[in-house]
Every structure is written in structure tokens, then in C-alpha cells.
């Protein structure tokens, strides 16, 4: 089966500026997650969503990031401005959701985004 | 809230010889433990998982990790290390319950692990 797929794998903005991350999670999974990995920390969800609801937000910074799973398939997370501390790998992963299968998420390869 | 510490950024070890990365949580209730490996510019994959049962758990690329509950740990283990090993090496737990039948995964800090041949 395809993977989680991201776009773009590379992004280089200025401070104050705006960006955005897409994602296609494996086909049929219920719940999308978007995590941020600061280089040398482990990741850190910044958003959880079951189907097309968001389930869990309480670590995203709302007044400069918002995210978005329309008819519950693919996600996009937006960056609006961008400070020097959003650099960072921005990751995505899915996983069916259901509660007999806890925690294998499948992620993507991530999108690396550095905020001069 | 739960949490995970891993307590060394870096592990060496030579090829062939036994490889043990460590990893202690904290959780209130049972605890679902795992391991990711993380290779360089590629997303985290999913190793092996603890759950219940047996406390020895057995997992991809002959990883197996050992639970232990009186010492809240979930060391991750491997009898003899291949320089392919070499990689960024995760240990999370799952936390409380989020809503809509979902849970979400803390992680720790990561540890990377060099094989030298």
C-alpha cells in the first residue's frame, strides 16, 4: 500500500512569512496527526484529528498555526507568519484509529522548513 | 500527563557486539510502550510494541524490548549490532485517552545509535 505522502520535503522562507505543508495519509486510515520535530528533541504533536474533526489541538499555537483535514482525507498545516523557532521538521503520520490498535502511526518523511 | 526520558543522546557499540538503548516512562494506568526508528531525512517507522503478555517483546530487524515494570522501563535490545542499525532510535508511550476512539503518542528525546564496523 502507498505511504504517507508530504509535500514539500524542503521549504526556506524569511520570518513573517507564510507556509504551507500538505499531506495524503495512507488510504482508509481514520485519524491524521501533524507533529513538529525540532532538531535534537523528539516529536511534539502539535495537532490530532479522527476522520475529519479535530480531536486534539491543545499544542498548537493558534494564533500563527492552523490546519485543516476537508472531507476527512488529506491535511494541510499553515504557518502564518513564520517565526525563527517554526524551523523544524513537520511530520505526518496516520493510523487506523481504532482502539485495538494502539499506537503503530505511519509516518512521512517530513517537510523540513527553515524560517531565516 | 505522561512522559518518556531517554537518558543518553548517543550509544556506540561495534558490529557484532550487543546493543541496549534505554528508555524509562512515566503514565498513569497500564502502560502501551514503543519503539520508532528514525533513519536520516526519512520519516520514524514504527520497531515493536508492548501492550500486556510477555515481558521480552520481539519486533522488526531483530529488535526485541524488555518491560519492566518495577523500574518503569522499556529498554530496547538487539544481540548483535549491524552498522545498518545506525539510526535515530525513539521510545514513546501512549497516553491518555483523546476522544472519537483515539489516543496520541508522546515521545522521548530520541537516541542516536552508531554501529562502527
Known amino acids: 500500500e502507498a505511504g504517507v505522502a508530504q509535500s514539500p520535503r524542503y521549504k526556506i522562507i524569511e520570518k513573517r512569512q507564510s507556509v504551507a505543508f500538505w499531506c495524503n495519509p495512507i488510504?482508509?486510515?481514520?485519524?491524521l496527526y501533524w507533529y513538529q520535530q525540532i532538531l535534537g528533541q523528539g516529536p511534539k504533536l502539535l495537532i490530532q484529528f479522527q476522520n475529519n474533526g479535530v480531536v486534539d489541538d491543545s499544542q498548537l499555537p493558534k494564533d500563527r498555526f492552523s490546519a485543516e483535514r476537508l472531507k476527512g482525507v488529506d491535511s494541510t498545516l499553515k504557518i502564518q507568519p513564520a517565526k525563527l523557532e517554526d524551523s523544524a521538521v513537520y511530520l505526518c503520520?496516520?493510523?487506523?484509529?481504532?482502539?485495538?490498535?494502539?499506537?503503530?502511526?505511519?509516518f512521512g518523511e517530513g517537510s523540513r522548513l527553515t524560517v531565516l | 500527563a505522561q512522559s518518556v526520558a531517554q537518558p543518553e543522546d548517543q550509544v556506540n557499540v561495534a558490529e557484532g557486539n550487543p546493543l541496549t538503548v534505554k528508555c524509562t516512562y512515566s503514565?498513569?494506568?497500564?502502560?502501551?510502550l514503543f519503539w520508532y526508528v528514525q533513519y536520516p531525512n526519512r520519516g520514524l517507522q514504527f520497531l515493536l510494541k508492548?501492550?500486556?503478555?510477555?515481558?521480552l517483546v520481539k519486533g522488526s530487524y531483530g529488535f526485541e524490548a524488555e518491560f519492566n515494570k518495577s523500574q518503569t522501563s522499556f529498554h530496547l535490545k538487539k544481540p548483535s549490532a549491524l552498522v545498518s542499525d545506525s539510526a535515530l532510535y525513539f521510545c514513546a508511550v501512549r497516553g491518555a485517552y483523546s476522544g472519537a476512539g483515539s489516543y496520541q503518542l508522546t515521545f522521548g528525546k530520541g537516541t542516536k545509535l552508531s554501529v562502527i564496523p
Open positions: 503514565v498513569s494506568g497500564n502502560p502501551y
Open positions: 503520520a496516520s493510523s487506523r484509529g481504532r482502539l485495538v490498535e494502539p499506537g503503530e502511526l505511519f
Open positions: 488510504s482508509g486510515h481514520a485519524t
Open positions: 508492548y501492550i500486556t503478555g510477555d515481558n
